[in-house]
C-alpha cells in the first residue's frame, strides 16, 4: 500500500510554449498601451502603465502557479485570455469612464479601474479553477442539483430581478448585483453534458417514429423539450433574448455530438423556428429587436440609432482603424453607441482597430475554439468531452452571436462580448469557464479514473 | 486510448459549422469596413459629418494672405462660415447648413473640415495624433483685387472673366456675373428666402458663367481654327486664299449658302495672309483655312485644347463642342457647317475657361498646363502640400504657337486693329489678342468677346472676357481686357511696375 503518496504531486513542469506566447501578448499590450497614451497626450508617451503592467503581472502569476503546480494544462489558452482581457482593459481605459461609475465607501471606482478588478479577480478565478479542479465526477454526480439550480435562478430572476434596458437580467443581493443568466448558461451546460453522457450509450440507436416524422427517442425528446421551454422562459420572463438563443444553439450542437443524429438537429431547429415565429408574433420586444434588424433605417434617431451608429464606427473604421484613442466614443460628451462598452464594444474595435484588430479578435475565439474542442476530443470519457464541448461552444457561439449583431447580420440580442464586454458577471463567469477548460485539459490528472456509474453517484449522495 | 469513442466526428463537424459561422462574420466586418466604409462615412447622419459641421473650419485665402473665407460666430454649436469677398463666390462656392456645400468649399471640404475620412487603407500617420480633426488653410491663386476688378468692370452685366497665369496654369481671376453673396446663404437665418431669390433670377447668379457657361464664340475660335491648320501644314503664316477678295465683298458662296464678313470688315483688295485675316477678322478666310485643314484634324487639334470633355480643375466644368457631333463628316452636318464652324459660328460653343486655355497655349509656346486655384494648402498641424504645376501636354509646336502670337499682336496692334480688338492694347506692353463678335438668333444682340494675353513675349497673363449680349467684341470685351491685364502688370502682379 502506498498511502503516503502526497494529495497535491509538486514536481514543476515548465511551460514554454506558453510563457512564449505570453512574452507576444505583453508586447501587443505594450505597444496599444503606448499607441492609446500616445494618442492621448500628442506626443510619444507610455501614460500611467498601472493597469496593464497589473494585468501583465497577473498573467505572469497565473503562468508562474500553473508551472509549481505542475499540471499539464493547456498552453495556449492562458495568452489568449491575456490578450481578450488586455484589449478588454485597453477599451474601458479608452472609453468614457463615466459610462460606469462605483462608489464604495469613500473611493469612487470608473470604468477602466472597475473592469481591471473584474478582470484581475477573473485571473484569479480562472487560475484556481485551473489548478484545484482534478475531478469533474462530482460535477456530474449532482446534475439534477444543477438542473434545480438553473430553474432556481431563472426564478429568483424572475421574483427578485430588475429590468434595466428592457430586460431582466440583472439581480441585487445586499450589496452585490450580478447577471444570473452568465452564470445559468454554464450550469445548464454541466446538466445537459450529464445528462446527454448518461442517455447516450442506450439511445444513441433508436428513434421514434410518428407517422413519416423520425422523432428523437423521449429520453431525448424530454430535455430538447425543456431546453427549449427554459429557453422560451427566458425570452419571455427575462426578455433575454441572447441567453435563450445561446443556451438552445449549444444544446443543439451537444445533442448532435453525443448522437451525430442530423434528424435531431432539423427537429430542433423546427422548435427554433416555430417558437421564433410564435414568440415574433406575441412579444413586442422581439418584433421590435427583429424590426430594427432588417431597417435601422426606419428610425434612425430612434429605435436604429445604436445599430446605425455601430455601423458608422465600422465604416469609420477601415483597414487599419482610426487608431487607439482616435475614434469618436463620444460625441457632445453622450456616448456614440449605447452600451458601446458591453453590447457594442466590437463596433469599438472596429472603429480604433480597423478590420484587421476585428479580424484578430474573432481569430481569438476560433483559436479558443480549436483548444477547447481539441480538448474535447482528447477527453477520457464522453461527459468530460460534452463538457469541453459545451463550455467552448458557450464562449465561441456567444461571441459569434454579438459580433454578428454589431455587424447587423443578425438581430441584436444584447449578450456581452466574452472577456471583452464590461461587467463582473461576464467576465467571472467567462474565466470559470475557461479555468474550467484548463483543468479539463489536463490528462494526467484524470487518467485512469473509470467513468462513474450511477451506483457511485448514489453512494455519494448517500 | 486517445478520448471518448464516437465523439470525435461530431466534434469535428460542429467545429466545421462554427468556422463557417466567423468565416460568415469576418466577411461581413470586411464588407462593412472596405466596400461600405467610404459610403458609411460620407453619410450626413454620421457623427463624423456632425464633428466636421462643428469643427472650426480651414481658411480660404488669396494670392496675398487676405481672408476670404472664415469662421465666424458660432449658432447652436454650429460655426457659420464668413464671407468678406462676395465676387469670390464663382470660386469659394459656400457652406450651408441648409443647402450644404458648394464650390471650393465642397472640392475641398475633407481638408478644410479636417475631419478626414479615413479611406480603407487608413491613415497611419493619424494614428499617432491628438486632435480628431486638422483644418487646413487653402491658399488660392486668385487674387481678390483682380476678381473685384473684373466682377466691378463687368458690373450688372451678365458675362465671365477668366484671367490664368500661362506658364503655370494658376488662375489669377475667375468671374461670373450676375453674382450672389455666400454670406447669405451660410446664415440658417437668410438661407431659404435667398435661395428664392437667387431662384427667380432670370440671370442665374448660380450658374458659374467661367467654368460652365457655353457660349457661342465668335471670331475668337479662329485662334483653335488656326492653330489646326498650321498644324497640319493646310495653312502657313503667308497662305493667301485668292478668291478671298472678291468673296470678302460678294460672299462666298458654299453649296447654295452664302459666307459673308461682317459688314465692318475693313474691305482689302489683296488676298489677305493669316496675320491680316486674324487682324481684320475675316470669315471668309478662316473659312477656307478650317475646310482646307479638315473636319477631322480640325477636331482633333481643338481636343489638344481640351475641347470635347471637361476640363480637369477644382469646380465642376462644362464641356465645349465643335458641333453638335451627329453629322456624318466628324460630327459636322456637312462642309458648310465646317466652314461656318471654322470662325466660330455654326454650332461651336465654348466654354470662357475653355478659350483662357486656348489662349494660355499659345501664350506658353504651345503647352498646354493645367489650370489650378490652389497654390497650397496648409494645415494647423504645419502639414503642407504645395501645387505644382502639371504639364497636360503640347497642343502645337512652338514655331506654330509663336506664328499665331505674332498674328494676335498684330490684331491688337496692328494698322486696322482699332475696330477690332486695337482697345485692349497695354500702353508700353507688347500686347497679343483677338476679339469676337459671336452672331446669336436674329434680334438677339452678339455677344462680346476677347481673348488675349500680355506681353506677348514673356506672358505672365492671359485674359478671357465675354460679355453677354453687349455687341462686339471691340465695343465691350476688348477694353475690359485691355484694362484687366494692364490693372494686373501694372498694379497687382508681384513684380508689377507702376
Known amino acids: 500500500m502506498r498511502l503516503a503518496r502526497p494529495r497535491l504531486r509538486m514536481r514543476p513542469r515548465t511551460r514554454d510554449r506558453e510563457l512564449r506566447l505570453l512574452t507576444v501578448v505583453a508586447l501587443a499590450m505594450g505597444a496599444g498601451w503606448v499607441s492609446l497614451s500616445s494618442t492621448r497626450s500628442g506626443g510619444l508617451s507610455i501614460g500611467d502603465p498601472v493597469p496593464v503592467v497589473c494585468w501583465l503581472l497577473g498573467m505572469l502569476g497565473v503562468h508562474v502557479a500553473f508551472v509549481i503546480s505542475g499540471r499539464d494544462l493547456d498552453q495556449v489558452l492562458l495568452p489568449v485570455v491575456g490578450i481578450l482581457g488586455g484589449i478588454s482593459l485597453l477599451f474601458m481605459e479608452r472609453l468614457p469612464q463615466g459610462l460606469v461609475v462605483q462608489r464604495f465607501g469613500d473611493r469612487t471606482l470608473m470604468l477602466g479601474d472597475l473592469q481591471l478588478l473584474w478582470l484581475l479577480l477573473g485571473l484569479g478565478l480562472l487560475g484556481v479553477t485551473a489548478i484545484s479542479v482534478r475531478s469533474v465526477r462530482w460535477l456530474r454526480e449532482y446534475r439534477y442539483t444543477w438542473a434545480a439550480l438553473g430553474i432556481g435562478l431563472l426564478a429568483a430572476v424572475f421574483l427578485l430581478g430588475d429590468e434595466v434596458n428592457g430586460a431582466r437580467l440583472s439581480m441585487h443581493i445586499g450589496p452585490f448585483s450580478g447577471q444570473p443568466s452568465e452564470l445559468l448558461k454554464v450550469i445548464l451546460v454541466v446538466f445537459l453534458a450529464a445528462y446527454l453522457a448518461d442517455n447516450r450509450p442506450m439511445l444513441a440507436r433508436s428513434s421514434m417514429r410518428l407517422g413519416i416524422i423520425r422523432l428523437p427517442p423521449l429520453a431525448y425528446l424530454l430535455p430538447m423539450l425543456a431546453t427549449w421551454g427554459v429557453a422560451l422562459a427566458l425570452v419571455i420572463i427575462q426578455k433575454d433574448l441572447g441567453a435563450a438563443l445561446l443556451l438552445f444553439s449549444v444544446f443543439l450542437a451537444l445533442l448532435y455530438i453525443a448522437t451525430r443524429r442530423g434528424s435531431y438537429v432539423v427537429v430542433g431547429l423546427v422548435l427554433f423556428f416555430v417558437g421564433a415565429a410564435v414568440l415574433y408574433g406575441v412579444l413586442g420586444h422581439v418584433r421590435a429587436r427583429v424590426d430594427i434588424w432588417l431597417d435601422p433605417w426606419a428610425d434612425p434617431l430612434g429605435a436604429g440609432y445604436q445599430v446605425i451608429r455601430a455601423l458608422y464606427a465600422f465604416g469609420r473604421g477601415g483597414i487599419l482603424g482610426t487608431g487607439l484613442g482616435a475614434g469618436l466614443p463620444t460625441v457632445d460628451g453622450v456616448a456614440a453607441i449605447p452600451l458601446i462598452h458591453t453590447d457594442f464594444v466590437f463596433a469599438a474595435v472596429g472603429e480604433e482597430l480597423g478590420l484587421l484588430g476585428a479580424l484578430a479578435v474573432g481569430t481569438c475565439y476560433l483559436i479558443l475554439a480549436e483548444r477547447g474542442m481539441r480538448i474535447a476530443a482528447r477527453a477520457p470519457d464522453e461527459f468530460q468531452a460534452l463538457l469541453a464541448a459545451g463550455l467552448t461552444l458557450v464562449i465561441v457561439l456567444q461571441a459569434a452571436l454579438i459580433m454578428a449583431a454589431n455587424l447587423r447580420l443578425v438581430p441584436l440580442t444584447g449578450v456581452t462580448l466574452p472577456l471583452i464586454s464590461y461587467g463582473g458577471s461576464s467576465i467571472l463567469t467567462n474565466a470559470l469557464v475557461v479555468g474550467s477548460l484548463l483543468a479539463l485539459s489536463d490528462r494526467t490528472a484524470v487518467r485512469g479514473v473509470p467513468a462513474p456509474t450511477v451506483r457511485i453517484a448514489r453512494s455519494a449522495v448517500a | ?498
Open chain 2, 1 to 498: 486510448m486517445n478520448g471518448a469513442p464516437g465523439i470525435g466526428s461530431g466534434l469535428l463537424r460542429v467545429g466545421l459549422v462554427v468556422c463557417i459561422a466567423y468565416a460568415l462574420i469576418f466577411a461581413g466586418a470586411g464588407w462593412l469596413q472596405v466596400v461600405e466604409a467610404g459610403p458609411l462615412s460620407a453619410d450626413p447622419r454620421n457623427p463624423l459629418q456632425l464633428v466636421a459641421a462643428r469643427a472650426p473650419r480651414g481658411r480660404i485665402l488669396d494670392v496675398r494672405g487676405v481672408v476670404v473665407a472664415d469662421n465666424a460666430r458660432a449658432v447652436d454649436g454650429l460655426r457659420l462660415r464668413r464671407y468678406a469677398h462676395p465676387a469670390m463666390a464663382p470660386i469659394t462656392g459656400y457652406v450651408s447648413i441648409i443647402f450644404g456645400t458648394a464650390g471650393l468649399e465642397r472640392t475641398y471640404d475633407r481638408q478644410l473640415t479636417g475631419v478626414a475620412r479615413l479611406g480603407a487603407g487608413g491613415d497611419l500617420l493619424r494614428k499617432f495624433r491628438s486632435r480628431a480633426s486638422d483644418p487646413a488653410d487653402l491658399h488660392l491663386s486668385v487674387d481678390v483685387r483682380l476678381q473685384e476688378l473684373a466682377a466691378r468692370l463687368l458690373g450688372n452685366q451678365r458675362g465671365a472673366v477668366v484671367a490664368i497665369e500661362p506658364s503655370t496654369g494658376r488662375i489669377l481671376a475667375l468671374v461670373s456675373t450676375p453674382g450672389y453673396d455666400p454670406q447669405q446663404l451660410a446664415d440658417p437665418a437668410t438661407a431659404a428666402a435667398y435661395l428664392a431669390t437667387l431662384g427667380d433670377d432670370s440671370g442665374a447668379p448660380l450658374l458659374d458663367r467661367a467654368t460652365q457657361g457655353r457660349y457661342v464664340p465668335g471670331s475668337v475660335f479662329k485662334l483653335v481654327t488656326g492653330a489646326a491648320g498650321l498644324e497640319s501644314g493646310a495653312i502657313r503664316s503667308d497662305t493667301t486664299f485668292a478668291d478671298q477678295p472678291v468673296e470678302s465683298r460678294r460672299g462666298f458662296r458654299l453649296d447654295g449658302f452664302r459666307i459673308q464678313d461682317a459688314p465692318r470688315s475693313v474691305q482689302l483688295d489683296q488676298p489677305l495672309d493669316l496675320s491680316e485675316a486674324l487682324e481684320v477678322s475675316s470669315n471668309i478666310w478662316f473659312a477656307h483655312a478650317g475646310l482646307a485643314t479638315g473636319a477631322g484634324t480640325l477636331l482633333e487639334v481643338a481636343s489638344r485644347f481640351g475641347f470635347g470633355s471637361a476640363i480637369a480643375l477644382d469646380l465642376p466644368t462644362a464641356s465645349s463642342q465643335l458641333n453638335g457631333g451627329d453629322g456624318p463628316l466628324d460630327g459636322f452636318a456637312d462642309r458648310l457647317e465646317l466652314a461656318n464652324a471654322s470662325y466660330g459660328q455654326a454650332e461651336v460653343l465654348t466654354t470662357p475657361l475653355q478659350m483662357a486655355l486656348v489662349a494660355a497655349a499659345i501664350a506658353n509656346g504651345g503647352v498646354l498646363v493645367r489650370p489650378t486655384l490652389v497654390d497650397q494648402i496648409v494645415s494647423r498641424d504645419g502639414d503642407e502640400s504645395r501645387t505644382s504645376p502639371t504639364r497636360i501636354g503640347r497642343v502645337m509646336s512652338a514655331t506654330n504657337a509663336a506664328t499665331l502670337r505674332d498674328a494676335m499682336v498684330q490684331a491688337v496692334q496692328g494698322r486696322y486693329a482699332a475696330d477690332y480688338a486695337g482697345g485692349a492694347r497695354v500702353s508700353g506692353v507688347r500686347t497679343a489678342g483677338k476679339s469676337g463678335t459671336a452672331q446669336l438668333a436674329p434680334g438677339q444682340a452678339p455677344h462680346s468677346w476677347f481673348v488675349g494675353f500680355a506681353p506677348a513675349d514673356a506672358p505672365r497673363i492671359a485674359v478671357v472676357v465675354i460679355v453677354e449680349n453687349a455687341g462686339s467684341g471691340s465695343s465691350r470685351a476688348v477694353p475690359l481686357g485691355g484694362r484687366l491685364m494692364s490693372a494686373w502688370l501694372k498694379r497687382f502682379a508681384p513684380d508689377s511696375a507702376p
